[in-house]
């Protein structure tokens, strides 16, 4: 029975650490994008789709995590990811995340596409740079509306 006890305690410790449902470091210059393959360079607008098992999806830009999350089953995933532009490195969750699309913020699939943590930031750098705002759900509308235009 002791046994039996040991086993079980065991047990769920692994299931609790092989599904852990968070993010995982960036390894910059090393790491590959999954979508487009390029490798993750630009620690300002990397992204990450964390399924709900616990696998980590790593992408150099939030465009190409949109992209790639059309070719998956999105009930699976449990969290999706960006560098905050205000902290480089910082992955936060992009769905309550504010993005800014500016001409004038270069980003490495060329959408110019930054996040940002909170909407204050946001603004502070639409008004310094010009763009537009967008909530995670605005912005997928925005590359459906976007993607529609080029499959016609």
């Not at 305690?9 to 590959?32: E, M, Q, R």
């Not at 465009?63 to 205000?86: A, P, Q, W």
């Not at 500016?102 to 996040?115: D, Q």
């Not at 537009?132 to 759900?137: C, G, K, S, V, Y």
């Given at each position: ?88 490195e910082e992955l936060i969750d ?59």
């Open positions: 029975m002791q046994t039996l006890k040991h086993y079980s305690i065991i047990a769920l410790l692994f299931l609790f650490f092989c599904c852990n449902v968070s993010p995982k470091p960036i390894d910059y210059g090393s790491d590959g994008c999954y979508f487009c393959k390029m490798t993750i360079v630009d620690k300002v607008h990397a992204a990450e789709i964390v399924t709900k098992k616990g696998k980590v999806y790593k992408f150099d830009a939030t465009e190409c995590m949109i992209n790639f999350k059309d070719e998956f089953d999105t009930t699976e995933i449990g969290l999706y990811l960006s560098n905050n532009y205000s902290e480089p992009a769905t309550k995340a504010t993005f800014l699309i500016s001409e004038n913020i270069s980003s490495p699939m060329g959408a110019f596409l930054s996040a940002f943590k909170n909407r204050a930031d946001a603004e502070n750098t639409k008004a310094e740079k010009t763009g537009a705002l967008f909530t995670w759900e605005e912005l997928l509308i925005y590359f459906k509306d976007k993607s529609d235009v080029y499959n016609q």
